[in-house]
């Protein structure tokens, strides 16, 4: 896949600290993939159970085989605790995890000892951590052969209005990209944005900025992140898509879920994918919304239906989600339910999957559109309000279904049934469809050899990998 020129040889290693959300757990593994394909030995560190949380949901190729990435697993009090989600709760933002949150920011000894022992064995070690992270690698900046990135796991549109905003907006930018931007006002919970701002002092010894997205995608909003007002003339590196971007359907093997053969049954788009990732939690009132919508619309879909992710997914306490009396039986030759963990990367990747109902979570926005396939948008908290408007008004790949100003309101099952017609049964979301397809292929020629995203990621490469 990739160059092998780096051969290791105790001279650079790759220290990668995740911030423990799914999303942002499986984009670091993914880049970990990619870097250590480089013969460039990657140390993964966290808790034992996101780690194997992390390997356990990772799609497209096999961590478990990756001799090249080793797994540090540390303990921390209240790693495990499980706090239960709170659908009713008047903020979406999924407070009952951040005790894991907090747990994490205790990792910063025994992250600061494996990079010591590291350092004193090879020439360089480079520390890759999420914003999220940067108190648990404050150390690196007192190691000398050490040096540290900060990796965004948000869309290069939302990080940058975020730090330009939070400047004081120190140049103009083109109005159209502020007509109608939501507000950050509902994305955080109070002790999430607390938890933010004691993360931003320790940002600034870093070497440089790792963004898993690509030019051919968000090319005007990585030159405005590159400004030195923003940048501070630090180097940035856009590596994306992380995800691998062909992906087998596993043809007739024991271990494929149920759902990719269900698709193999039907035509080519005809199938919406409808999931709200890791951190979502619904009322039973929406849920009976959602599935009455779902049903209405007449369309061909894949529901995932689970509750939000709990500190501890291994945890054997599931609530289960209850839906209309007979509902399944009455969709069952259109409409499949998923209540545990769906193969994303691989539905996407599905010929039949047409459209994909999601929260925008900005690893979900990277596979989907990767795989060419445009989004119905439903934000829940955090980027998410923002990557919706780089998704639907932006790249036009996509229909909005909840605005971001009337959060706090249920979607009603004729909002669901419209928008699922929109996006799957419609002149416009077919016109959507081929715009996604073009960036699906815009996407898989820059990670190839010679597209832009390659050439980024030798660069990068050579760059931490140098004399």
Same mark, same amino acid.
């Given at each position: 896949?990739?160059?092998?020129?780096?051969? /290791?040889?105790?001279?650079?290693?790759?220290?990668?600290?995740?911030?423990?959300?799914?999303?942002?757990?499986?984009?670091? $593994?993914?880049?970990?993939?990619?870097?250590?394909?480089?013969?460039?030995?990657?140390?993964?560190?966290?808790?034992?159970?996101?780690?194997?949380?992390?390997?356990?949901?990772?799609?497209?190729?096999?961590?478990?085989? &990756?001799?090249?990435?080793?797994?540090?697993?540390?303990?921390?009090?209240?790693?495990? &605790?499980?706090?239960?989600?709170?659908?009713?709760?008047?903020?979406?933002? %999924?407070?009952?995890?951040?005790?894991?949150?907090?747990?994490?920011?205790?990792?910063?000894? %025994?992250?600061?000892?494996?990079?010591?022992?590291? &350092?004193?064995?090879?020439?360089?070690?480079?520390?890759?951590?999420?914003?999220?992270?940067?108190?648990?690698?404050?150390?690196?900046?007192?190691?000398?052969?050490?040096?540290?990135?900060?990796?965004?796991?948000?869309?290069? =549109?939302?990080?940058?209005?975020?730090?330009?905003?939070?400047?004081?907006?120190?140049?103009?930018?083109?109005?159209?990209?502020?007509?109608?931007?939501?507000?950050?006002?509902?994305?955080?919970?109070?002790?999430?944005?607390? =938890?933010?701002?004691?993360?931003?002092? =320790?940002?600034?010894?870093?070497?440089?900025?790792?963004?898993?997205?690509?030019? &051919?995608?968000?090319? %005007?909003? $990585?030159? $405005?992140?590159?400004?030195?007002?923003?940048?501070?003339?630090?180097?940035?590196?856009?590596?994306?898509?992380?995800?691998?971007?062909?992906?087998?359907?596993?043809?007739?093997?024991?271990?494929?879920?149920?759902?990719?053969?269900?698709?193999?049954?039907?035509?080519?788009?005809?199938?919406?994918?409808?999931?709200?990732?890791?951190?979502?939690?619904?009322?039973?009132?929406?849920?009976?919304?959602?599935?009455?919508?779902?049903?209405?619309?007449?369309?061909?879909?894949?529901?995932?239906?689970?509750?939000?992710?709990?500190?501890?997914?291994?945890?054997?306490?599931?609530?289960?989600?209850?839906?209309?009396?007979?509902?399944?039986?009455?969709?069952?030759?259109?409409?499949?339910?998923?209540?545990?963990?769906?193969?994303?990367?691989?539905?996407?990747?599905?010929?039949?999957?047409?459209?994909?109902?999601?929260?925008?979570?900005?690893?979900?926005?990277?596979?989907?559109?990767?795989?060419?396939?445009?989004?119905?948008?439903? %934000?829940?908290?955090?980027?998410?309000?923002?990557?919706?408007?780089?998704?639907?008004?932006? $790249?036009?790949?996509?229909?909005?279904?909840?605005?971001?100003?009337?959060?706090?309101?249920?979607?009603?099952?004729?909002?669901?049934?419209?928008?699922?017609?929109?996006?799957?049964?419609?002149?416009?979301?077919?016109?959507?469809?081929?715009?996604?397809?073009?960036?699906?292929?815009?996407?898989?020629?820059?990670?190839?050899?010679? /597209?832009?995203?390659?050439?980024?990621?030798?660069?990068?490469?050579?760059?931490?990998?140098?004399?």
């Amino acid at each position: 896949m990739a160059s092998t020129k780096h051969g /290791g040889g105790g001279k650079v290693v790759v220290v990668m600290v995740p911030f423990p959300a799914q999303g942002h757990l499986n984009q670091l $593994l993914q880049l970990s993939r990619l870097i250590s394909s480089y013969n460039i030995p990657v140390h993964f560190v966290g808790t034992a159970t996101h780690n194997r949380q992390a390997r356990l949901r990772v799609h497209g190729w096999n961590p478990f085989s &990756a001799a090249n990435i080793h797994f540090h697993e540390f303990p921390t009090a209240n790693a495990a &605790a499980a706090a239960v989600p709170n659908p009713p709760a008047e903020s979406r933002f %999924p407070a009952h995890i951040l005790s894991s949150y907090q747990a994490a920011s205790l990792l910063r000894d %025994p992250v600061g000892k494996l990079l010591r022992a590291l &350092a004193g064995n090879n020439s360089r070690v480079v520390v890759i951590h999420d914003s999220l992270m940067g108190s648990v690698v404050q150390d690196a900046a007192g190691i000398p052969n050490a040096e540290s990135y900060i990796f965004h796991s948000v869309s290069a =549109f939302t990080i940058f209005l975020f730090i330009w905003e939070k400047m004081g907006k120190p140049f103009a930018v083109d109005a159209d990209l502020l007509r109608d931007l939501p507000s950050l006002e509902g994305c955080f919970s109070p002790e999430f944005e607390s =938890f933010l701002k004691a993360q931003y002092d =320790f940002l600034k010894s870093n070497s440089g900025r790792i963004y898993n997205t690509c030019r &051919a995608l968000e090319g %005007p909003f $990585l030159e $405005l992140l590159s400004r030195e007002e923003i940048s501070g003339k630090k180097k940035q590196w856009a590596l994306g898509p992380f995800n691998p971007v062909h992906v087998s359907n596993g043809g007739a093997s024991k271990t494929r879920h149920k759902c990719l053969a269900w698709l193999d049954n039907h035509t080519k788009n005809s199938v919406i994918f409808v999931s709200f990732g890791t951190t979502t939690s619904f009322s039973d009132e929406q849920i009976r919304e959602i599935a009455t919508g779902l049903e209405r619309s007449e369309q061909k879909f894949i529901w995932v239906l689970r509750d939000a992710d709990k500190s501890d997914i291994f945890s054997k306490e599931h609530k289960k989600l209850e839906l209309p009396r007979g509902f399944e039986e009455r969709v069952r030759k259109r409409g499949m339910v998923v209540r545990d963990w769906a193969p994303q990367l691989e539905v996407l990747a599905h010929s039949s999957t047409g459209g994909f109902l999601s929260h925008c979570g900005w690893n979900s926005c990277m596979e989907s559109i990767s795989m060419g396939v445009p989004m119905a948008a439903w %934000p829940m908290h955090s980027d998410q309000p923002r990557n919706t408007v780089l998704i639907t008004k932006v $790249l036009r790949i996509g229909i909005v279904v909840k605005d971001w100003a009337r959060r706090d309101q249920i979607v009603t099952s004729s909002a669901v049934e419209h928008a699922v017609k929109r996006l799957m049964a419609m002149e416009e979301g077919e016109r959507m469809r081929q715009r996604a397809a073009d960036f699906g292929c815009a996407m898989k020629k820059a990670v190839a050899d010679g /597209g832009v995203s390659r050439i980024e990621l030798d660069g990068f490469v050579d760059h931490i990998a140098r004399s």
